[in-house]
């Protein structure tokens, strides 16, 4: 039998995806996770031989991706602000775009000179609080998730990453009622229940509702946002919010109608759709 090596076995499996109607690029990608290697190292292994062990778990990896199993949760990890966190079906898996809310408070809070207090709202992985965390150990990060399953994988990724984040579990804000935040930031539920219809078939099997729908056309948590935030942000304190790309009019308004000094701030992803909101107030306004 002829020897089994890398880059056989990455032809192999672009043949079995496209057979079966999925998208090729993850054969590349399943292999560069199971091994931690970039795609240079791959190159360079190529005429490897492949070990009998490897190849079983690639072909059940693959297997498992044409049943529609997410490629992250096949690997158990994924990529956010270039670290690995630990991600399981009982929390969504870090997208692109949330990296960019994460850098535009980084790039906003930059002149900064006192560590600041910050509050994720259904953190899930844990991935926003972590990287804050993990970017400036001197912040003060707070992170809450209403599951205790999510909450469990956050935890796991700050010892992993040795960031330093306290998670509570809990509705919302509810549980730092009192307290107030430089920033607090949130990519909550804002999939409306209509959606279903066109969204992966590997979304809808294996990542929590919990963590995708919201009542109200998408838009429940950014109504209690609307009316609940402002007691919890200091006086120049901010709140960051991803939204849907369809979303953006409907949350500037909901902002606008609970506060007239409100200051609601629109940035677009690198896709060029409206995918975040930044929302400030006017503390010094005498307002009845």
């Given at each position: 039998?002829?020897?089994?090596t890398?880059?056989?076995a990455?032809?192999?499996a672009?043949?079995f995806?496209e057979?079966?109607?999925k998208?090729?690029?993850?054969?590349?990608?399943?292999?560069l996770?199971?091994?931690?290697?970039?795609?240079?190292q791959?190159?360079?292994h190529?005429?490897?031989?492949?070990p009998?062990?490897?190849?079983?778990?690639?072909?059940?990896d693959?297997?498992a991706?044409?049943?529609?199993?997410?490629?992250?949760?096949?690997?158990g990890?994924?990529n956010?602000?270039?670290?690995?966190?630990?991600?399981t079906p009982?929390?969504?898996?870090p997208?692109?775009?949330t990296?960019?809310?994460?850098?535009?408070i980084?790039d906003?809070t930059?002149?900064k000179?006192r560590?600041?207090?910050?509050?994720d709202?259904?953190?899930?992985t844990?991935?926003?609080a972590i990287t804050l965390a993990?970017?400036?150990p001197e912040?003060?990060?707070?992170?809450?998730?209403?599951?205790?399953?999510?909450?469990?994988v956050a935890?796991?990724?700050a010892r992993?990453?040795n960031?330093?984040?306290?998670f509570?579990v809990?509705?919302?804000?509810?549980?730092?009622?009192?307290?107030?935040?430089?920033?607090i930031v949130?990519?909550p539920?804002?999939?409306?229940?209509?959606?279903r219809?066109v969204m992966d078939?590997?979304?809808l099997?294996?990542?929590?509702?919990?963590?995708?729908?919201?009542?109200n056309?998408?838009?429940?948590?950014y109504?209690?946002?609307?009316k609940?935030?402002r007691?919890?942000?200091k006086?120049d304190g901010?709140l960051?919010?991803?939204?849907g790309?369809?979303q953006k009019e409907?949350i500037v308004?909901l902002f606008?109608?609970?506060s007239?000094?409100v200051?609601?701030?629109?940035?677009k992803?690198?896709a060029n759709?409206s995918?975040?909101?930044?929302?400030?107030?006017?503390?010094?306004r005498?307002l009845?």
């Open positions: 039998m002829a020897q089994l890398y880059l056989k990455l032809n192999w672009f043949l995806l057979e079966h109607a998208e090729r690029e993850a054969a590349r990608f399943l292999l996770g199971r091994k931690h290697w970039t795609t240079t791959l190159v360079l190529y005429h490897d031989e492949m009998t062990a490897e190849y079983d778990q690639y072909q059940a693959l297997n991706f044409i049943a529609d199993q997410p490629a992250q949760y096949i690997l990890y994924a956010f602000y270039g670290r690995d966190f630990k991600v009982a929390t969504l898996i997208r692109l775009e990296e960019e809310l994460v850098e535009w980084l906003a930059q002149p000179n560590p600041l207090k910050v509050l709202v259904g953190t899930g844990g991935a926003i993990c970017e400036h912040w003060e990060v707070t992170a809450i998730d209403i599951s205790l399953e999510a909450i469990a935890q796991a990724n992993q990453l960031a330093h984040v306290n509570i809990g509705d919302f804000l509810t549980p730092v009622m009192g307290q107030q935040f430089d920033v949130s990519n539920p804002y999939i409306a229940q209509d959606e219809h078939a590997s979304v099997k294996y990542e929590p509702d919990l963590a995708l729908f919201a009542d056309n998408g838009l429940a948590f109504e209690r946002f609307a609940e935030v007691a919890y942000l006086p901010q960051y919010l991803e939204f790309y369809q409907a308004r606008e109608h609970e007239t000094d200051a609601v701030t629109i940035k992803d690198m759709w995918r975040m909101a930044r929302v400030g107030y006017d503390f010094n005498n009845v």
